[in-house]
C-alpha cells in the first residue's frame, strides 16, 4: 500500500485563500488533514522572494507546496527549494484555467501534454526524496475524458508519481473564467471512480463538489482521498472532526471557542510582527457559519479589521458578539425569538 495513503482528507490549494494565515486556522481545526499552499510559479520560486511565497511555519505540517510550471529543469529546481524549505509534498498544478496560467504554458492546458506533464514528474522525482503528486481535471474544452484522464493517468503513473488528486470537472479555457469554471462545468465523480478501479495501485483522491465530511466518507469507499475547497474555506468547522472520524485521534479543538483561542495566539503575535489584522481574521469568517450571531461576527472582522491600526481587539469584538447572542438565545424572550413567537 502506497505510504501516501495515510492523507485521506486534504484541504484544496484555492489561490488568494490558502495562504500561510489560513492554513495555520485549520490546524486549529485538524491536525491530520493535509493542506496546501495557493499555486506559485516554478520560475518565481527559482528567482523571487522565497520566504514570502513558500515560507511557512512548522505548526502546518503535514503541508504541500503546488507549483505552476512546465519546463522539466525548471519544475525539479523549484521543487528541490520546496523539499529545502521542509514541505511534506510537491504537487504539479494540471488544473487551473485561468488566461495567465493559459499563457505560461502551465494549469489546465496541460492536459493536452501528459507526456510533459510525465517528463516534469521524472525531473522532479529525481531531484527530491518527499512526494511528487498531480492535480488535474478530467479534460478540457471538447476533450472526450474517458482516454484523456487514462492517459494523463498512465502518463504520470509510469513517471513514479505518488498520488494524482482528480477535479471531477472539465475546464473549458475559453468562454468561462476561472470562477465559472469551479461551477458550470458539470460534475463526474464516476468517472474518478473508475480511474481507481482501473489503476487500483495508484493513489487516486477525488476533488469538486463535496461539502461535508458525510459526503468525504462516501467517495472514500471508492477512492483514496478526498480533497475538500470552497465548503472547507466557506464552513471551516467541517474540518473540526477530520481527526476522530478519519484517523482515530482526539479533535485539537472540541468546541468553536477552542479553536479561537488557538488561532488568536497566532493571530497576535503575527499581527505584532507587523501582519494586518484584515489579513489573518478575513480566513475566519465562516467559522460560525449557520450559528445565532454569525452575522455580526462576519460584520466585525469584515469592517473592524481594516480599519487603521486595528489588532487582536477585533477578534475579541466579534467573539464578543457570539457570546451576547447565546446570552440572548438563552433568555426567556431570546426563546421566543428562537421559535419565532416573536416578531422582528
Known amino acids: 500500500m502506497n505510504a501516501y495513503n495515510d492523507h485521506r482528507i486534504a484541504v ?19 491536525r491530520h488533514a493535509l493542506l496546501y499552499t495557493e499555486m506559485v510559479a516554478s520560475a518565481a520560486v527559482i528567482h523571487g522572494d522565497r520566504d514570502r511565497l513558500i515560507g511557512f511555519d512548522a505548526m502546518e505540517h503535514p503541508v504541500a507546496c503546488q507549483l505552476g510550471g ?75 475524458p474517458e482516454p484523456v484522464l487514462d492517459a494523463t493517468a498512465d502518463a504520470v503513473a509510469d513517471a513514479g508519481v505518488d ?9 473549458w479555457l475559453q468562454g468561462l473564467s476561472p470562477k465559472e469554471n469551479r461551477d458550470i462545468p458539470p460534475l463526474d465523480h464516476d468517472r474518478v471512480y473508475r480511474l481507481k478501479a482501473r489503476l487500483p495501485g495508484l493513489y487516486i483522491g477525488i476533488n469538486g463538489g463535496i461539502a461535508d465530511l458525510d459526503q468525504a466518507e462516501k467517495h472514500l469507499e471508492r477512492v483514496d482521498g478526498v480533497m475538500l475547497g470552497r ?30 483561542a488557538a488561532f488568536r495566539a497566532i493571530a497576535e503575535e503575527r499581527i ?10 478575513r480566513h475566519i469568517l465562516g467559522l460560525y457559519h449557520g450559528v445565532p450571531g454569525a452575522r455580526a461576527w462576519r460584520r466585525r472582522l469584515t469592517v473592524d479589521a481594516v480599519k487603521p491600526g486595528a489588532g487582536i481587539e477585533v477578534l475579541d469584538a466579534a467573539m464578543q458578539e457570539i457570546l451576547d447572542t447565546a446570552l440572548d438565545k438563552s433568555s426567556p424572550l431570546g426563546q421566543l425569538e428562537m421559535t ?5
Not at 511528487?132 to 471538447?142: A, H, L, N, Q, S
Not at 505584532?272 to 481574521?281: C, D, I, T
Not at 419565532?340 to 422582528?344: H, I, Q
Open 272 to 281: 505584532a510582527a507587523g501582519a494586518r489584522a484584515n489579513q489573518l481574521l
Open 163 to 171: 498520488a494524482l488528486w482528480v477535479h471531477a470537472r472539465k475546464a
Open 340 to 344: 419565532g413567537a416573536v416578531a422582528s
Open 231 to 260: 465548503a472547507a474555506y466557506h464552513d471551516p468547522w467541517i474540518l473540526a472532526r477530520v481527526d476522530s472520524r478519519f484517523h482515530g485521534q482526539v479533535d485539537p479543538a472540541p468546541d468553536r471557542q477552542d479553536a479561537i
Open 12 to 30: 484544496a490549494p484555492m489561490m488568494e485563500w490558502t495562504d500561510r494565515n489560513c492554513r495555520a486556522f485549520h490546524r486549529t481545526l485538524s
Open 70 to 144: 512546465s519546463d522539466p529543469a525548471e519544475m525539479a529546481e523549484a521543487a528541490r527549494i520546496v523539499e529545502g524549505y521542509g514541505y511534506d509534498e510537491v504537487n504539479i498544478n494540471v488544473g487551473c484555467p485561468s488566461d495567465r496560467v493559459q499563457s505560461g504554458r502551465f494549469g489546465a492546458c496541460l492536459m493536452r501534454e501528459p507526456e510533459l506533464v510525465a517528463e516534469c514528474v521524472r525531473a522532479m522525482k529525481a531531484a527530491v526524496s518527499i512526494p511528487v503528486t498531480v492535480k488535474c481535471r478530467i479534460g478540457v474544452d471538447e476533450q472526450d
